[in-house]
């Protein structure tokens, strides 16, 4: 199977946890993409969607399912989003598209967050895949300072603005051997706007697909 084809079989064994009459927590990216095709199959089933960006939006209104504001919702039963890593504690890198921090304000107003993977993203360590950092623009030189103090090599992402208006700031070659300590530390950077590791909420259940089908695995 192709690295696609088990992107799709993840997304729609995700299909199985969404519950009737809910809105649905949508992340953001190219496994997404085929969660948010899937679900198109079952709109008559949810109330309608909360979206992590406007490329997500995009594609749920044109399969015509409603998306709501999250201001308007008081809580989320399910929350379905991909990674860019994911370790054997379920926390996370996320923010290869650039949509981190919605993705993650819609994650923290959601029951349960369900990851969907192919097997390449499951590693020992976090930190191979750069970490994406947003970034307020008039702050860009100083984050980048103060990540590189932390034994980082920031790398500014060329050309591209975050659906909030602000920077991506990829950070090489951390060391990321505590995952919750290294999120709390680089939020606390004046200018930062979140980072990509999802590790303080990191997901619930990983739906890992390889070879033999696909994983259903509880956060241990
Ligand atoms: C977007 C994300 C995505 O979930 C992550 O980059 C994985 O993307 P893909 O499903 O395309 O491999 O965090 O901001």
Do not use: W
């Not at 054997?88 to 598209?97: D, E, L, N, Q, V």
């Not at 992402?157 to 999120?183: C, K, M, Q, W, Y």
């Amino acid at each position: 199977m192709t690295q696609d084809e088990l992107k799709k079989a993840a997304a729609l064994a995700a299909l199985d946890y969404i519950e009737d009459g809910s809105i649905v927590g949508v992340g953001t990216g190219s496994t997404v993409n085929h969660f948010i095709d899937g679900l198109a199959g079952m709109r008559n089933r949810i109330r309608g969607a909360v979206s992590s960006s406007e490329a997500s939006s995009k594609r749920l209104a044109a399969h015509g399912i409603q998306v709501f504001d999250l201001n308007d919702i008081d809580s989320i039963p399910v929350y379905v989003d991909g990674a860019d890593e994911i370790d054997g504690g379920f926390a996370m890198i996320k923010g290869g598209g650039g949509a981190l921090t919605r993705e993650k304000i819609v994650a923290a107003v959601s029951k349960r967050f369900v990851c969907i993977c192919d097997a390449s993203k499951r590693v020992l360590t976090l930190g191979r895949f750069p970490l994406p950092v947003e970034v307020i623009p008039m702050a860009r030189s100083h984050v980048a300072r103060e990540l590189a103090r932390l034994g980082g090599e920031p790398r500014l992402r060329e050309g591209f603005v975050t659906d909030n208006g602000n920077l991506i700031v990829d950070v090489h070659g951390l060391a990321i051997s505590d995952p919750v300590s290294t999120e709390t530390r680089i939020n606390q950077i004046v200018g930062v706007v979140t980072n990509g590791l999802f590790a303080e909420r990191g997901a619930d259940l990983l739906l890992l697909a390889g070879s033999q089908g696909v994983e259903r695995l509880q956060r241990p």
